[in-house]
């Protein structure tokens, strides 16, 4: 699966609202690794400082889910190669939990194995620490390809609105590629 495909996965509501009306709505688990966000452009990142470890992870465990058109779930992410300087003048790397509050709906490629299936979920974030600043909101889309392991062609993104981390995003326009770790389907 290319990851460009990910921008077909992010369709117009109506047809959103279609395929939640059809086919329910999607939870997923996962977990794993891909690159850092400071592998795409380690300058775009301010007000972020890069890591001088230009092969840093993003690590990342989730429990989407989804009843009767109802997010809820968490999310564990820390990106290892973005750093941030708190209020107490400690720089350490970007880190939140997440508690899903919403879905935005299941996006079906066709076929799992060839195209994937997706979801988009919503939610609120808590900086790790919490002393680092203000919590905010983040948005994750993830898709499986049906595959096991990694290297198979899941993908996940995840932007960050308001709070600390405002701004930050790794993925979601183009999607990352698992390099580690599986994202699956719940059926």
Same mark, same amino acid.
């Given at each position: ?147 096991? $392991?990694?290297?198979? &062609?899941? /993908?996940? !993104?995840?932007? @960050?609105? %308001? *709070?600390?981390?405002? $701004?930050?995003?790794? &993925?979601? /326009?183009? !999607?990352?590629? @698992?390099? %580690? *770790? ?6």
């Amino acid at each position: 699966m290319d990851v460009n495909r990910l921008r077909n996965y992010l369709s117009p509501i109506s047809i959103v609202i279609g395929i939640l009306a059809l086919a329910g709505c999607p939870s997923f688990s996962g977990g794993g690794w891909i690159f850092s966000a400071c592998d795409q452009n380690p300058a775009f990142f301010f007000p972020f400082t890069c890591a001088v470890d230009s092969t840093a992870k993003a690590t990342f465990g989730f429990d989407l889910n989804c009843d009767d058109g109802t997010g809820f779930g968490e999310l564990q992410y820390r990106d290892h190669g973005v750093l941030v300087t708190g209020p107490d003048l400690k720089e350490r790397k970007l880190s939140i939990h997440g508690e899903v509050n919403n879905v935005r709906g299941p996006c079906v490629g066709g076929n799992i194995e060839s195209d994937g299936f997706g979801g988009s979920y919503t939610g609120t974030y808590t900086p790790q620490p919490p002393t680092m600043g203000a919590p905010g909101t983040f948005e994750v889309i993830v898709v499986d390809t049906g595959q096991l $392991g990694p290297n198979k &062609g899941d /993908l996940i !993104g995840i932007q @960050l609105f %308001g *709070g600390v981390f405002d $701004g930050y995003s790794n &993925g979601v /326009l183009n !999607g990352k590629e @698992l390099q %580690g *770790g599986n994202i699956a389907l719940q059926e």
